[in-house]
């Protein structure tokens, strides 16, 4: 089986690309198109373009994990494959999807992280393969939550293979990827990771993950209004003339963005204040 490592831009994934070559190295890109969130350097752009084939205008992450991907590329020396699925303005406006994505509906990962490197992997491999994923080892329920959906040890994934004849997609499911925790197996915790990177040259963002990511607490919400105003005004802006109630991130008519801006902390807190578990992931 050809090996894959699966990359977020963080410190933890960005560890088993260093550690742990594989054939290939892959990372998904989640766009935005707001022009108020521009990605300030345009060359940068312009490699990020060349990269996805795609037009880059913004992320809806941290702008660092930009420069974390081509710093890590030129720090193990092995090229990093970049994917990126329809922006998240057109994964919100499909009619499939009705409302917006929430911790009961997180098609938002579904469709601009794990389908682009599905299409990205039946491209280039199209056959049963390991795919390492950055899970620590004191996040075994984690890794255990994602074993119990494999089929034979393996992960499928549904897609569109064609039309019929009256114009309806025709699906198919396809087994693709057997999950490995490297890091799990060889008992690697966050210590070792920091101490790692406490001395190369590689710069990561103080969170990875969409700044406004529902997973997160209102707490860490309101600190990120401080730290990306124009990217949390993107995620409020989404919030605003839905069609059905409480059709926000939270499932919560009273805990929009717009009124998490309006919070006052009773004392100023930084990013050492919050615990993993309050940033909340993308489920990968």
Not at 31 to 59: L, M, N, Q, Y
Request: hydrophobic content about 35%; overall charge positive; some cysteine.
């Amino acid at each position: 089986m050809k090996t894959v490592n699966s990359l977020s831009g963080g410190k933890t994934s960005s560890y088993i690309a260093a550690n742990y070559p594989a054939d290939y190295n892959v990372f998904a890109l989640v766009r935005i198109e707001d022009t108020k969130c521009t990605f300030p350097d345009k060359e940068i752009r312009k490699r990020v373009e060349d990269k996805i084939k795609k037009p880059f205008i913004a992320t809806a992450e941290m702008d660092t994990i930009i420069y974390t991907m081509f710093d890590l590329e030129q720090y193990i020396g092995k090229e990093i494959h970049w994917v990126s699925g329809p922006t998240f303005e057109e994964v919100i406006a499909h009619p499939s999807n009705n409302v917006l994505p929430s911790t009961l509906r997180r098609y938002c990962t579904a469709q601009m992280k794990v389908a682009p490197i599905f299409d990205w992997w039946l491209k280039t491999i199209a056959k049963p393969s390991i795919f390492n994923i950055g899970f620590r080892a004191n996040e075994q329920r984690r890794a255990k939550s994602v074993l119990e959906r494999t089929v034979n040890g393996l992960l499928e994934q549904k897609h569109i293979t064609g039309k019929s004849k009256n114009g309806r997609n025709k699906w198919s499911t396809t087994s693709w990827q057997r999950p490995e925790f490297p890091l799990i197996k060889d008992r690697i915790y966050k210590d070792t990771i920091e101490n790692f990177w406490s001395d190369k040259p590689v710069r990561f963002a103080q969170l990875n993950n969409c700044v406004g990511c529902f997973h997160r607490n209102e707490v860490l919400l309101k600190k990120m209004w401080d730290e990306e105003p124009k990217k949390m005004q993107w995620f409020a802006n989404q919030e605003k003339g839905r069609k059905y109630k409480n059709d926000t991130f939270k499932m919560d008519n009273n805990i929009t963005y717009e009124k998490i801006k309006q919070w006052k902390p009773q004392i100023e807190l930084s990013f050492d204040d919050f615990s993993e578990c309050d940033s909340g992931y993308c489920g990968l």
